[in-house]
């Protein structure tokens, strides 16, 4: 096991929310408790997060969690836009945004995906459940083909894949879990908390009301049945004293974040390079293929610069700032006049 001691001068009691209304068994609490687990073993300073949401039962979330920290709920499919301008505005916070597949991959696809691609330092977490669980469980755009809910008929249509989609838009952190996998959870958290750019973590969240039938894809037997991890994951903070105890043999990959922080990856029985997007890509569409829940890191590119290196913002938030100092004076405007000639 990997151990980091970390010193904090916060309880895990001010990483907690609000009681959940959600209902008993939801994958969406299992992710919350993580959420606090991961925070509260970074000692990352609750004040200093934001949290982001659109509508549905994952955007409810983050009420369960840092009730310190500010939070945003905003329109169904609006929190990518929201997380932008805030995050831009104040780039010292961090951001974690929870969402859904119908919040994501229906109405809030355009947003979303123009996050990624701008890549933005944030964490975003998708609760996967195949279904709009919150207004009595329709389809939403991740259900599977031929999938047959009460009072909802058969699906016709092929889902969309959010890793995916997240890959081919060029996010430089892609990862894949499930909420019946606690420990994966928390480290895939852990490692996104510290990466330097937009962090997509597609989590398969049970729902325990309308899409928890035997054999579907969405549902807790399944992803027991069919979790097919690429790897063990642990992660290790930049820290001055750091512990490796007991750890198995077996390759190893080894992924130094920009802060120092390092992912470590072992291998189980897939011989699999996270830095390789095109074999992420190729992944995928096996685990398609055979009705696999690939679980892991799917891919990191901890190179790419963010947003917020690209801009080359200051290190006073923008939302800080005097008018004075927004505003540019004639001077400095005639400049960049005389540059565009």
Known sequence: MMEAKVESKYAKNDYRGLPSTLCQGCGHNSISSQIISACFELGIQPEKVVKFSGIGCS???PTYFLNRSFGFNGLHGRMAPLALGTLFADTSLKGIGVSGDGDTASIGMGGFKHLVRRNMPMVYIVENNGVYGLTKGQFSATAEKGLMLKKQGTNPYLPVDIAMEALVSNATFVARSF????????????????????????????????????????????????????????FIPPRDEIMVEDFEEGSVREVTMHDGSLVLLKKLE?????TDRWQALRILEDAQRNNWLITGLLYINPEIPSLIDTYDLPQQPLNRMSQEQLRPGSSVLDEINAMMQ
């Open 270 to 274: 897939n011989d699999y390079d996270p």
């Open 59 to 61: 955007s409810k979330s």
């Open 179 to 234: 909420a019946g996998d606690p420990r994966q959870v928390k480290e895939l958290i852990k490692a996104a908390l510290s990466h330097n750019g937009i962090a997509v973590i597609d989590i398969i969240s049970p729902c325990v009301t309308f899409n928890n039938q035997e054999g579907t894809l969405h549902s807790y037997t399944w992803g027991k049945d069919r979790e097919a991890p690429l790897h063990e994951i642990s």
